[in-house]
């Protein structure tokens, strides 16, 4: 039974940094092949902010945080980390970890690709 917990969250003002960490669980049969991070304000989609592939390293991101957001991954700890800088009032929603297990990967930001998700971990960034 897999698990993502995620951890790290909380509230910081304008400018500030926080990360993110993703603890990964359960893994008996198959290994993740991408990892990524959500993220869902109130009233709002839900938005892929950052994707790695575990093998290669591949990362992809959102427009919106390409330059401030880092995805990084500890395969030995079954880890992934999301490092936010510059935050802004816009980044607040909460953030969600998901793992992709099977199939091939056509778009890393898109939800629905994902097959395991976590319970989430708040980000408030007040200006």
């Known amino acids: 039974h897999v698990q993502l917990v995620e951890s790290g969250g909380g509230s910081v003002q304008a400018g500030g940094s926080l990360r993110l960490s993703c603890a990964a669980s359960g893994y008996t049969y198959t290994r993740p092949k991408w990892m990524g991070w959500f993220r869902q304000a109130p009233g709002k989609e839900r938005e892929g902010v950052a994707a790695i592939s575990t093998g290669g390293g591949s990362t992809d991101y959102a427009d919106s945080v390409k330059g401030r957001f880092t995805i990084s991954q500890d395969n030995a700890k079954n880890m992934v980390y999301l490092q936010m800088n510059s935050l802004k009032p816009e980044d607040t929603a909460m953030y969600y970890c998901?793992?992709?297990?099977?199939?091939?990967?056509?778009?890393?930001?898109?939800?629905?690709?994902?097959?395991?998700w976590g319970q989430g971990t708040q980000v408030t960034v007040s200006s």
């Open positions: 998901a793992s992709k297990t099977d199939g091939g990967m056509r778009y890393p930001l898109v939800g629905g690709e994902y097959n395991y």
